[in-house]
């Protein structure tokens, strides 16, 4: 199993890498915010499409209870599937933007 510090060094690297790429259209940046005291961590957008301004959260994670907690994933792909291709077990991660309920027919943890 693998220590808080490692989980956090995870993330940070997963979100790292998520940071690095081009927002689509307009003048968007994509801002890691890492709270290593509290445990959490996210990716917003912030910037302007046009006239329109952009402000949002892309990924919020948290670690409580030696799990990893996915509060919000708006990736393409899942950053679920990015901590497992790192070596995280399934009952370490959990889907927080699911209802306790639906969490149970997932093949990650319940909590």
């Not at 690095?20 to 302007?48: A, C, I, K, T």
């Not at 497992?84 to 093949?107: H, N």
Request: contains cysteine; charged residues 25%.
């Amino acid at each position: 199993m693998y220590s808080t510090a490692e989980y956090q060094q995870l993330i940070e690297n997963i979100i790292g890498e998520y940071a690095q790429l081009r927002y689509s259209h307009g003048e968007v940046e994509r801002q890691p915010v890492f709270d290593r005291e509290n445990h959490q961590y996210l990716l917003m957008l912030v910037g302007r499409d046009g006239r329109k301004m952009v402000h949002g959260c892309l990924i919020n994670i948290a670690i409580a209870d030696d799990k990893i907690w996915i509060h919000r994933d708006g990736t393409e792909d899942g950053v679920a599937g990015d901590l497992l291709a790192v070596g995280v077990p399934k009952d370490r991660i959990v889907l927080g933007f699911y209802y306790p309920d639906t969490r149970k027919i997932t093949d990650f943890a319940v909590c």
